[in-house]
């Protein structure tokens, strides 16, 4: 059988399962080990999938992953995020929509020790949603905005999608990393100056100012600032100045929220064992993700799929950026219908070796994957930031009212796609830097 059609065979039984409800994992396991049996035969298969669990887990860089979720847990459970929430919202009290932009810079700043989107969406639903519903503010753009704002940890560093690409693709996750900043701000930027124009043209979504604080106690607030600033700096400038591998600098940033906890005396021991537990579960199952996916890219390159699909580019004359364009507005319709680490792991093996022999940046490609990523958290209807504020919303907020509120901060994710795909320096500014 030609090698091209059982790959394409393969991509086709694979969809059929995951639409079944079969895991991720297992179906990639599957269909990857069934195509090499019939491609190149039992022996390469058996030799393969008898090596894969040892360099997957043997796999250094993989290691970043467990001490990024475990530092984001930590980080949840000693509160620092309350702290930020509360510094950002009495400076910005005064200012019309200022619980909006509290959110945005709070997440933004917790996304820095947070590499995970649910957390960060579930955690500020908890602690600002109560606070913006006394307030008079708009329920669904609220949670609108928690839902957007929570998506920033997939871009900022130390971000866990970031980091999951790198495994997958083999790029150096620090230049991933580093690339994720400059757009990670960007995207804050841009919400601050979308909110309050927002509220300008919808003023019933956000109430005058009416809280106001002292210079006192907007000043007595910043210290609360100084766990996220002191973690983020110690894991964003250890891979910077090239001092620390990405997984050396997790497992920092973990004793780092740790020694925070403890001088805050924030930790219980309980909850740390909780989360020691859940970082475990968390990281077991995208070692099995992981896995799959680099069996599906073996299977895609003992067929030779993505040469064939090269070719078949190449020879009918379509443009690079037609195909750019092509794959942004496919992942803009998968990601209204799967969830995004499935959604990755699935098609990096077949996207990230065709845009690189199309003759793009790998690293400018990944940070626009990861842009379309965040998209896909919070559109409807499968958004998985979406159905996280929901259920931490303990029923103040339907789901109606969460799709309507979250359309405008959708649009501004859009603007911010529209300024990547135009302007790759602003992803490859900070990685050539850090070249040199």
């Known amino acids: ?190 919400y601050l100056i979308g909110i309050a124009f927002l509220v300008r043209i919808k003023p019933a979504w956000a109430p005058p100012a009416v809280k106001q604080y002292s210079l006192q106690e907007r000043l007595k607030s910043i210290k609360g600032v100084w766990p996220i600033g002191f973690v983020s700096f110690i894991v964003i400038g250890g891979i910077y100045s090239g001092l620390v591998s990405p997984s050396a600098a997790g497992a920092i940033g973990a004793f780092g929220v740790l020694l925070v906890g403890w001088v805050l005396r924030r930790l219980s021991k309980n909850e740390l064992v909780k989360n020691v537990g859940d970082a475990a579960l968390i990281t077991a199952a995208l070692f099995f993700i992981v896995m799959g996916g680099t069996a599906f890219s073996r299977l895609l390159l003992v067929t030779g799929f993505i040469d064939v699909l090269l070719d078949f580019v190449n020879n009918h004359g379509f443009e690079p950026w037609m195909i750019i364009l092509a794959l942004v507005l496919v992942y803009i319709v998968l990601g209204m219908l799967m969830d995004p680490i499935s959604m ?3 098609t990096v093996p077949i996207v990230h070796p065709l845009v690189v022999g199309l003759g793009y940046d790998p690293i400018w490609f990944a940070i626009v994957m990861v842009k379309l990523i965040e998209l896909s958290c919070m559109t409807p209807p499968v958004g998985i930031n979406i159905f996280a504020a929901i259920s931490a919303s303990d029923g103040q907020v339907s789901t109606k009212e969460v799709y309507i509120g979250v359309i405008p901060f959708v649009i501004l994710e859009l603007i911010v796609l529209a300024l990547l795909l135009s302007l790759p320096g602003i992803a490859l500014f900070l990685p050539e830097v850090m070249l040199g």
């Open 344 to 346: 990755m792991v699935m």
């Open 1 to 190: 059988m030609d090698p091209t059609l059982i790959a394409t065979i393969s991509i086709l039984v694979m969809l059929g399962l995951m639409a079944f409800g079969i895991p991720v994992a297992v179906s990639m396991l599957l269909v990857s080990a069934t195509g090499m049996m019939f491609a190149v035969g039992p022996n390469y298969t058996l030799t393969t999938f008898q090596t894969l669990p040892y360099n997957t887990a043997a796999n250094y860089t993989f290691a970043a992953i467990p001490m990024f979720v475990l530092m984001g847990l930590i980080a949840g459970s000693t509160g620092i995020v309350k702290d930020i929430y509360q510094a950002a919202n009495m400076w910005l009290a005064k200012i019309r929509g200022g619980l909006y932009m509290a959110t945005v810079i709070a997440a933004a700043g917790f996304g820095a020790v947070n590499g995970s989107t649910i957390v960060g969406a579930a955690l500020f639903t908890r602690i600002a949603l109560p606070e913006m519903i006394s307030l008079g503010y708009n329920k669904g753009a609220g949670v609108g905005c928690i839902i957007g704002a929570g998506t920033f940890a997939a871009m900022i560093p130390p971000s866990i999608t970031i980091v999951l690409y790198g495994v997958l693709t083999s790029e150096s996750i620090g230049q991933l990393l580093m690339a994720g900043i400059i757009p990670g701000v960007l995207t804050g930027i841009i």
